[in-house]
């Protein structure tokens, strides 16, 4: 299983653009990155998710490099209620028989 | 569509009692998981499906049994419980194939075993 490493801890100001990166180095080829949110006593929620070069959606974007050994989300235009963790998870999603593991997540701090 | 609905809530056990927690999802999704999340950590693996009558271990099963009779459910069941199961759980699902799909997360169950 392809291990992550991202930041504990960052802060912001709303409005600001947010961007954390998630380090991959042992990423397969059939491996995926997918991003989630969590907010407190909540379930984490599938923000966005991709394979290579850049993924934009409604909510973030994620860029990946060529190599592929790092990833990362950018957060837009932040305000109060994306203070949340984020996590990295990298793994291949097809596939039935994976089991995907979380690392310790980035706990993103949004100030006014 | 509920999603992935989870019961209890919140539960208070003694040591050495046992319990089920349910999961359940409505999306028809061939995988389903447990994971348990401790105060100021991340997410850890319990048990995992794959589908009905297929099960496997997580990185921590040690004290919990699953089993999957039905696509829809994933109950966990905790044997005899410790106050080091005290935590919150979560059951995920997603669907299974040539796309990448991510997971369904239910709302959890704060357990409290004193």
């Known amino acids: 299983l392809a291990k992550t490493t991202q930041p504990i801890s960052m802060d912001s100001y709303e409005g600001q653009e947010v961007n954390i990166t998630c380090s991959h180095n042992?990423?397969?080829?059939?491996?995926?990155i997918t991003w989630y949110q969590q907010f407190p006593s909540q379930g984490p929620r599938f923000i966005i998710q991709?394979?290579?070069t850049k993924v934009t959606n409604e909510v973030a974007s994620l860029f990946i490099p060529a190599d592929r050994k790092s990833s990362t989300l950018s957060l837009p235009r932040v305000s109060l209620s994306d203070t949340a963790v984020y996590y990295c998870?990298?793994?291949?999603?097809?596939?039935?028989?994976?089991?995907?593991?979380f690392g310790g997540g980035t706990r993103v701090l949004v100030k006014p | 569509n509920a999603g992935v609905t989870q019961t209890p809530k919140f539960q208070v056990l003694k040591t050495g009692q046992s319990m089920t927690l349910q999961c359940a999802q409505d999306?028809?999704?061939?995988?389903m998981s447990w994971y348990r999340q401790d105060p100021g950590m991340g997410l850890r693996l319990i048990h995992y499906?794959?589908?009905?009558?297929?099960?496997d271990q997580g990185e921590v099963p040690n004290g919990y049994n699953v089993s999957r009779s039905t696509t829809e459910d994933f109950p966990l069941r905790l044997l005899s419980a410790a106050p080091s199961q005290t935590s919150v759980y979560f059951c995920?699902?997603?669907?299974?194939?040539?796309?990448?799909?991510?997971?369904?997360f239910g709302s959890g169950t704060r357990l409290t075993v004193v």
């Open positions: 042992n990423i397969a080829t059939n491996d995926y």
């Open positions: 995920a699902s997603r669907r299974t194939g040539s796309a990448p799909y991510g997971y369904t």
């Open positions: 999306m028809n999704h061939e995988y």
């Open positions: 998870l990298v793994g291949d999603t097809r596939a039935a028989g994976n089991k995907l593991t």
């Open positions: 499906s794959v589908g009905a009558g297929i099960t």
């Open positions: 991709g394979y290579k």
